[in-house]
Each structure stands twice: as structure tokens, then as C-alpha cells.
């Protein structure tokens, strides 16, 4: 299940899908995000906790990745934008 | 074939070898030191590994590691250092590992001394280790039986997937007799699917003994104890010597066996006919050679250097239809051979009072 | 709405089974499985690994990374990789133990396979406490820390002083790669990431024996949020458990 924000039409940098199947609602994203964009969810999952929420309806996530990089159960998927063909890596 | 002078413990070291085995494991202790010893000389020979483990622990779970991956592996130690293994004992059996583990024993209990005993018969048949499983027990009575005992030991651990004990003494670890390595042909053994060798273009292995539903570690054990029965079915071994005609019984294994078949000798020149049952395998235990001798015979004499333990597999064999008595020494003292003339005589001829 | 095409940047590595774990929220277990699967992918040697699990919360390791697995006897962890090891020397052999397997009753067993230079590596969890069992002492528990068996602190006149085992096993010569490193902030699982291919790359190269400290949070048997069970791993465990590579051999990069 995907924990995406609606966007508007800008272009995002990046962004992350929290897998709330995986997801034990530790918290330990929400402190590490830098932009603070991930929150704890008032929903309660399927296994029972209250999973993390990415919210960033300005588009600020760069794709750190420091959220998936501390999330102990593997929750996090980090997606960027490609950069266009011969453009820098 | 090439006549050897050996002790015990270097002919079960040479015997393991001819049989396959590459992978010792073991720790010093008296009466058995001459093992790892000479496997450290030997196994680099044949390109072997030879490993003086920490402890005897340790040991026990080299061989587990070793025998995971698939290797013909070996410990030995004697009665304390036994005790420590029994955990891994235990572990290996519930994983369903083959190994070969030698018991030279030693007085006890504690530290108790470093001569020969036979004091270790329960902790060898009846567990050792927690839970419910049996190691194959294999009790030789000359260095020569020790050789071949030693080489269908590792063989039988294949076959069942099961540690299988050498149980000796003191006695037999010590004494120099001549040997000959016979090369006997391969039996067909199941290849080792389930061993640890990476998981290269197949699935994973995993060798465990943690179940925690406890169905399923009850269809674990089941397993398991049809091991056991078809041990008991296949793999008794056991010497019957002079029972013919015998009206007496003497009960023996391993050391005080050939003291006993002296002691036979004696008798039987005064007119006592004494016969030797011999157990070679002590688990599975020849129960049926003692039913069957009940209809004949009415004394059973059981004689241990222990304070009596094989006796009362005896018991059970018998199941009350005869008298069964005991006689042991303890502590590392081995009955002479006149001592069983004597105990025998007092049995024959308290009916004849 | 436009169509943004995305790569994926960060996913589960190979090696780690898309398995729910059954570990607790915030339990730094969770992110030392994700750093070793991630680093035998990359070094490829996933086919080649086996692994040895031992008793207490990570016992069941086997159900989460895709390789060959042993589940160890308590402390017995290196003896049974060193069996392993000894017959099969081109497999890659690592042990992944907790404070209770490595630094109590698995301490012999630890020492001398570090002492022998066995050419294998250890992942030594470090959550000053007994985790499975409920919360009891560990040879790691801190002075003053309050466990199941120390309710009112642990007390230096009953029961001694914490062990520093990477310091120790560095002594050893045998010992290729002893690392102390922590899973309670990005900066630090990133670090901590680095040892463990540092280990094990020792490994590869035949150098000896490689340990990687993984100080970790254990919110639950701390009676912590794991947010303040991060905080005591880098307020009060790295005070007394310094972070740092204490043997490096010269080859590895």
C-alpha cells in the first residue's frame, strides 16, 4: 500500500512509498527525514500499528534516502527522477 | 595383510582414517590423548584437517559445523569431556548429522581418576544429551574390534544420519595389540543433499533443530524415532560364546567381556558350564539373545567395571523370567578373572544348598 | 497529470527475503540484516555464503537472508563456522551473535577462533542486554543500568564491569578486522555499513578473523521509544563503547 501525497502538476525530485505491510510505525524516519516529511498516520494498519506517512505536498523530498537508509524494517522505497539523456549522472 | 602393533587409541585414529574420515576435532584428556595426537600427525597425510579445539564443547560443535557441510568427521574424549558434549550430542541428533564420537572411559564421577571403567553405559545408551533420540553404541572388546567397530561406525552414521558412539575403556585405549587394516568394500550410502555448500543455482539449506509448534516437532521426533526402531531392527550385534550348552550365563562387554571369557575357561575345567553373551552393539541392545536364553538357562551373571548399569537393560531383556545378578568394580579397579570364577560359583551352587 | 518517470534509487537487496520480521519497532536487528544482505550483494557472493545463526532474538536469521544457514547451540556460533569453514575454505562463513552468544557463554569460543585467525566473520550485536529472554543482564550491560537481573542498577561489587570485546579480540594477531560501529542514526548505519564489507572483504582475502560491533537499540527491554533508545545508544553506549576500526589490516582499502 502506498503512503503517497497528492502532488500538484510540478515536477518532483524524488520521492519515497512506504510498504505499510512492512511497516511497524517505530518512528525512526520521522526524526531522520531533514525536511521533516514523513509522519506518523492516525490510521491504524493491517498488522495493527500506526504505520509512517510520507506527506510532502510541496514536492521537497530530494531522495536522500536517509529514511530507507535507518528504517529497520526495509519499508522504504526512494524513487527519483531520471535525469534526462546526456545530462550529468 | 600388513600385521600392525598399535594401541587402541592409535588403531581407532588409523581406522577412522582408512575409513574416509578427514576432519578431527578434539581436546586432551586422559586416556585418549594418543588420538588427537596422532591424527595431528596423520590427517595433514592424507589432507586432512586435524584442529585441537578450546574445549571439548567447542569440539562437539566443530564436528556439528563440519558434518553440516557435508565431511566425514570424528571427536573423541573421554567420560568428563563427554559430559560436556552432550548438548552438541543432542544438537547433532536433532539435525540429523552423521559423526563418530570415541568415549574412551575413565573413572568417575567429577575428575575421578584415568583408569579404565565402565561407568558411562546410561549417559551412552539412555540419553547423555536432552530429548528424546539414542546414538548407535558401539562397544569393542580388542583393538582389532575397535578397528573394525571404528571404520562401520562412520558408515552407520551415514546410513542413519545419526551420531554413533565407539565406546571403549581405558583398557582398550592403552593396550598395544596387533591389527590389520582389511579394506572392505563401500556400502551404498544416501548422498548428502542436505549439506551446507552455498547456494549456488539452488535453494537454500538450513540445518536446525529449533520446531516451535509443537506438532510439527512431534512429527520431528517421529521422525526420528523411526530411526531408532530401525536400528534396533538391522544393527544389533552381538557374540555369543559357549551358550550352547551353557547352565550359566556371565553378561559382559568390552574389556571385562575378555576377562570373563578367562574366567569361563577356568570354570568350565571345574565343571561349570559357563557361556558369554557378549553385547557389540549396546544401543541397539540384543535383547532378543537374552529372551531367548531364559528358555534354557536360569542364572545370569552381569559383570561391569561400574556399580551396574548394562544390568539392567539385562532386567528389562529378561523381563523377570530369570534371576539376574551383579557383579562390579568401580573406580578404575577391574575385576580379575578369578573374582567372576568366585561370583559365578556362588550363584551356581547357592541352588545346590 | 504529467507522467514523471522515476527510478527506483533504494530497494530491499537480493539477499534479504521480503519477509515481515519479527523484531521489534526500532530494533537495530532490522537494519544490521538490511547492511549484510546489501554487502554480499554487492560483493556477489551470495551463492558462496553460509551463514551461522545464534540463540536469541536473531535466531531466526535464516527465515530473513537467502543463504545457506546453520542455527547454532548458544555461544557456539564460531566453533561450528569453523567447521564449516575448515571443510569448505571457498565459502564465505560469517556468525551473527548477540551479546549473550559472543560475550558470555560463547566468549572461548569467540576468542579462539579470533585467536586461530579463522577466516571468518562475526557480526557481534551489541544491545547491552539480553534481549530474547526479557531483559536480563548481558556481559555488555552499562554501570548502573537497570535490567531484570539488576533491578536497582547494576552494581560494580556484585557484578563486575562491562566487557569491551572489540578492544580485547584486537590484541589478538590472529584477528584481521575488529570494528566498532552503531545503527542509531542514518550517518552512523551508513559507517556501519562500510566495516561490514570491510570484514568482510578481510575475509576474501584470506587475512583472518574480522568482527563488526554493532552497538543497537533495544527499545523494548530499555523501556524506551526507539527514538529515545537511539538517543541512549549515542548518549550513553558510545561513551563507555567508543566507535572506531581498532585492527585494520594494511590491504584492506
Known amino acids: 500500500m502506498e503512503n503517497v501525497a497528492k502532488t500538484e502538476k510540478k515536477e518532483r525530485r524524488a520521492k519515497i512509498k512506504i510498504n505499510e505491510d512492512f511497516c511497524k510505525g517505530c518512528g525512526l524516519c520521522v526524526t531522520t527525514c531533514p525536511l521533516q516529511l514523513i509522519k506518523i498516520a492516525n490510521h491504524i494498519s493491517k498488522k495493527g500499528y500506526f504505520p509512517a506517512e510520507f506527506v510532502d505536498p510541496e514536492g521537497k523530498c530530494t531522495g536522500c534516502a536517509l529514511c530507507a537508509i535507518i528504517c529497520p524494517d526495509v519499508a522504504i522505497d526512494v524513487f527519483k527522477t531520471k535525469k534526462p539523456a546526456g545530462g550529468e549522472k | 595383510m600388513e600385521k600392525r602393533f598399535m594401541t587402541g587409541n592409535e588403531a581407532i585414529g588409523e581406522a577412522a582414517v582408512q575409513a574416509g574420515c578427514r576432519y578431527y576435532f578434539g581436546y586432551p584428556i586422559t586416556p585418549q590423548n594418543e588420538i588427537p595426537e596422532y591424527m595431528s600427525k596423520r590427517m595433514p597425510e592424507v589432507g586432512g584437517v586435524f584442529l585441537q579445539a578450546e574445549s571439548e564443547i567447542a569440539a562437539i560443535y566443530m564436528v556439528f559445523g563440519a558434518s553440516g557441510a557435508g565431511g566425514r568427521v570424528m571427536t573423541s574424549s573421554s567420560s568428563p569431556g563427554i559430559s560436556l558434549k552432550q548438548e552438541g550430542i543432542s544438537y547433532i541428533a536433532g539435525a540429523e548429522l552423521p559423526c563418530v564420537i570415541v568415549n574412551i572411559m575413565r573413572g568417575g564421577p567429577g575428575l575421578g581418576g584415568i583408569q579404565p571403567s565402565q561407568s558411562d553405559y546410561f549417559q551412552a545408551t539412555k540419553g547423555g544429551g536432552h530429548g528424546d533420540y539414542r546414538l548407535l553404541v558401539l562397544a569393542p572388546s580388542t583393538v582389532q574390534e575397535a578397528v573394525s567397530l571404528t571404520m562401520e561406525a562412520f558408515d552407520l552414521a551415514d546410513k542413519y544420519r545419526n551420531p554413533v558412539m565407539v565406546l571403549g575403556d581405558g583398557y582398550i585405549g592403552q593396550m598395544m595389540e596387533p591389527v590389520v587394516f582389511e579394506k572392505k568394500p563401500q556400502p551404498t550410502l544416501p548422498p548428502k543433499d542436505w549439506a551446507i555448500t552455498g547456494a549456488k543455482g539452488r535453494p537454500t539449506k538450513l540445518i536446525k533443530t529449533l520446531y516451535l509448534d509443537p506438532v510439527v516437532l512431534e512429527q520431528r521426533n517421529l521422525i526420528l524415532h523411526r530411526k531408532f526402531q530401525e536400528m534396533v531392527k538391522n544393527e544389533v550385534q552381538v557374540e555369543n560364546h559357549l551358550t550352547e550348552d551353557a547352565e550359566v550365563i556371565i553378561a559382559a562387554y568390552g574389556t571385562v567381556a575378555r576377562i570373563a571369557k578367562t574366567a569361563i575357561q577356568v570354570l568350565r575345567k571345574k565343571g561349570i558350564k559357563a557361556g558369554l553373551i557378549r553385547p557389540i552393539t549396546l544401543f541397539p541392545f540384543p535383547s532378543k539373545t537374552f529372551e531367548d536364553i531364559t528358555q534354557r538357562v536360569s542364572k545370569i551373571l552381569v559383570v561391569e567395571m561400574s556399580l551396574g548399569q548394562m544390568v539392567e537393560d539385562v532386567k528389562l531383556a529378561v523381563c523377570g523370567k530369570v534371576e539376574v545378578h551383579f557383579y562390579g568394580r568401580t573406580g578404575g579397579v577391574v575385576p580379575s578373572y578369578d573374582e567372576i570364577v568366585a561370583e559365578t560359583e556362588k550363584l551356581v551352587n547357592k541352588e545346590v544348598q | ?253
Open chain 3, 1 to 253: 497529470m504529467e507522467v514523471i518517470e522515476m527510478e527506483k534509487v533504494f530497494s530491499r537487496p537480493q539477499s534479504l527475503r521480503p519477509v515481515v520480521t519479527h523484531y521489534c519497532p526500532g530494533c537495530g536487528h532490522g537494519i544490521t540484516h538490511r547492511l549484510l544482505a546489501e554487502v554480499i550483494d554487492e560483493l556477489g557472493i551470495r551463492e558462496r555464503t553460509a551463514g551461522v545463526a545464534p540463540v536469541g532474538c536473531s535466531v531466526l536469521l535464516y527465515n530473513y537472508l537467502d543463504v545457506d544457514m546453520y542455527e547454532a547451540a548458544h555461544g557456539r556460533a564460531p566453533a561450528i563456522a569453523t567447521g564449516c569453514k575448515r571443510v569448505h575454505p571457498e565459502l564465505v562463513v560469517f556468525t551473527y551473535q548477540g551479546d549473550g552468544d559472543l560475550a558470555a557463554i560463547g566468549t572461548a569460543e569467540t576468542v579462539h577462533a579470533a585467536a586461530r585467525g579463522e577466516k571468518i566473520t562475526t557480526i557481534f550485536i551489541n544491545n547491552a542486554i539480553y534481549g530474547m529472554t526479557g531483559g536480563q543482564m548481558a556481559p555488555t550491560t552499562l554501570i548502573g543500568q537497570k535490567t531484570t537481573t539488576t533491578p536497582t542498577g547494576r552494581l560494580v561489587e556484585r557484578a563486575g564491569f562491562p566487557i569491551r570485546m572489540s578492544e580485547m579480540l584486537a590484541t589478538l594477531e590472529g584477528a584481521a578486522y575488529i570494528a566498532r560501529v552503531a545503527v542509531s542514526s542514518a550517518k552512523y548505519v551508513i559507517q556501519a555499513k562500510r566495516a561490514i564489507k570491510r570484514a568482510f572483504e578481510a575475509q576474501l582475502k584470506g587475512l583472518g578473523y574480522s568482527l563488526v560491533e554493532v552497538l543497537s537499540q533495544c527499545p523494548t527491554d530499555w523501556h524506551m521509544t526507539p527514538a529515545k533508545a537511539t538517543k541512549w545508544v549515542e548518549e550513553k553506549m558510545i561513551a563507555y563503547y567508543p566507535l572506531g576500526e581498532f585492527k585494520v589490516p594494511k590491504e584492506v582499502v
